[in-house]
T-cell receptor, first 111, second 113 residues
Framework: GQSLEQPSEVTAVEGAIVQINCTYQTSGFYGLSWYQQHDGGAPTFLSY????GLEETGRFSSFLSRSDSYGYLLLQELQMKDSASYFC????????????FGAGTRLFVKA | NAGVTQTPKFQVLKTGQSMTLQCAQDMNHNSMYWYRQDPGMGLRLIYY???????DKGEVPNGYNVSRLNKREFSLRLESAAPSQTSVYFC????????????FGSGTRLTVV
């Protein structure tokens, strides 16, 4: 089976940096993705790591360590609009490629 | 620039009724997916279609059927709705190959009473 662990909630101050961790146990691991979802909205794709290391996209960075089955999403220069849920998701190749999502981390950004 | 379009946006069903959720994408994506989202449980994969003509079960397929009508359209059918199927349903698509990001539709909020 597949399992992903991420914190349920994180709170940070506007302008700060926050890191959301994700650990996974899975077979057929292919890569790790991150999605953002605002209340009442649809998930939107943020980043994908297929190889170990850091991927940077503007204020957001994502990291993967395949040997540790661990990844994180780093959000810099936090803004109020970053208040949302963030999901890590593993791409697996068992029975065809598909993506399995974690339960999500709710980020609260305070002024 | 529609992306992924789901219909309907809201639906209330009585237990035992059937319905089909429709999904269409205009991005020429090969792969399509149906997820359900319940509070505190993230998104769970119901069924997916890696390419036109193929469908496979995901994590929670019981009580659902799917049809990949053509490359654009992927429908989800509830044959006999149950209160446990009250959820928000999202359709998604991806190009596959080396493009791993999913594009999601706006969701269908389904209540079974």
């Amino acid at each position: 089976g597949q399992s992903l662990e991420q914190p349920s909630e994180v709170t940070a101050v506007e302008g700060a940096i926050v890191q959301i961790n994700c650990t996974y146990q899975t077979s057929g691991f292919y890569g790790l993705s991150w999605y953002q979802q605002h209340d009442g909205g649809a998930p939107t794709f943020l980043s994908y790591n297929g190889l170990d290391g850091l991927e940077e996209t503007g204020r957001f960075s994502s990291f993967l360590s395949r040997s540790d089955s661990y990844g994180y999403l780093l959000l810099q220069e936090l803004q109020m609009k970053d208040s949302a849920s963030y999901f890590c998701a593993v791409r697996v190749s068992t029975g065809g490629f598909k993506t399995i999502f974690g339960a999500g981390t709710r980020l609260f950004v305070k002024a | 620039n529609a992306g992924v379009t789901q219909t309907p946006k809201f639906q209330v069903l009585k237990t035992g009724q059937s319905m089909t959720l429709q999904c269409a994408q205009d991005m020429n994506h090969n792969s399509m997916y149906w997820y359900r989202q319940d509070p505190g449980m993230g998104l769970r994969l119901i069924y997916y279609s890696a390419s036109e003509g193929t469908t496979d079960k995901g994590e929670v397929p019981n009580g659902y059927n799917v049809s990949r009508l053509n490359k654009r359209e992927f429908s989800l059918r509830l044959e006999s709705a149950a209160p446990s199927q009250t959820s928000v349903y999202f359709c998604a698509s991806s190009a596959g190959a080396n493009n791993y990001g999913y594009t999601f539709g706006s969701g269908t909020r389904l209540t079974v009473v």
